[in-house]
């Protein structure tokens, strides 16, 4: 067994990690939400406020819900500041649920699309996303009282797989309000989904909001990688290993997920 840990430390983190963060299952049942001391802190990685099981907040739901409040978003932004700080984008290769299920979706067998054939630039799409709607919208309608946390409600697939749908599946009256907004994430979800039985992360690398927030860390976080330039001969299988499409060590794309590590002959990386 501690072998098979050591083999597959990364992917037994995040089954253990999104256990550890959605541990009240028993609500499934009844549609509640945990509403305990932990609810106000926030989970470094997505996952969404409205889960019955979830313990934590949504770093992205919280944002969005309190730019009303200066201490509030003082406070969110401190937490988001402090997982950039110290961990950046390994957050999203060892912390994040919805970077697990996209993961598990594409060891299902079939064609694979590279993204290295995908270019670059589309990776900036997700800075888009976070400046519209995750922070102009949310700030420009938190002026007339009414913030509307726009990612979340138009966007944000882990929103729909562990709260929309969990939640209607047991309260009709839930089921009875849902309306366009409900289905147009739906579309959305489903063909994030079979993306990713096609492609590596597609939500992580073209869309996630707080995968771009963490990657304008990546370089400074105490959680990089580090490469030893007296054992680097400079051969490049290290790039060429990576399937985030990473340009170079330390990239802003890096999920910290060892394939690098593991392709480099010269042990230069750690």
């Known amino acids: 067994m501690k072998d098979f840990l050591a083999k597959h430390k990364r992917i037994a983190t995040q089954f253990f990690w999104t256990f550890a963060s959605n541990c009240y299952v028993h609500n499934f049942a009844t549609g509640f939400l945990y509403k305990g001391k932990t609810k106000f802190l926030c989970a470094p990685g997505l996952n969404c406020y409205s889960c019955p099981a979830a313990v934590f907040a949504c770093p992205l739901g919280s944002l969005q819900s309190c730019f009303g409040d200066l201490g509030t978003l003082a406070y969110v932004a401190g937490i988001i500041l402090a997982f950039s700080i110290l961990l950046g984008r390994k957050i999203c290769g060892f912390f994040c649920p919805f970077g697990l299920l996209q993961d598990l979706l594409h060891k299902i067998p079939g064609k694979k699309f590279n993204n290295r054939l995908i270019p670059q630039e589309a990776s900036k799409i997700k ?53 366009i907004y409900f289905w147009i994430k739906i579309c959305v979800t489903l063909t994030i989904l079979v993306l990713s039985v096609m492609i590596l992360r597609p939500f992580c690398k073209f869309l996630c909001p707080l995968g771009a927030i963490y990657g304008l860390f990546n370089r400074f976080c105490l959680a990089n990688v580090k490469v030893m330039e007296e054992k680097c001969t400079g051969c490049g299988a290290c790039v060429a290993s990576c399937e985030m499409n990473c340009l170079k060590i330390n990239d802003s794309e890096c999920i910290r997920c060892n394939k690098c590590k593991n392709a480099c002959n010269f042990h230069a990386i750690n």
């Open 127 to 179: 800075y888009f996303i976070l400046a519209i709607f995750v922070v102009a919208i949310p700030a420009i309608t938190s002026l007339n009282f009414m913030t509307l946390p726009a990612f979340c409600k138009f966007i944000c697939p882990q929103g729909i797989l562990q709260g929309a749908i969990p939640i209607s599946a047991v309260n009709s009256q839930i089921r009875a309000s849902l309306g």
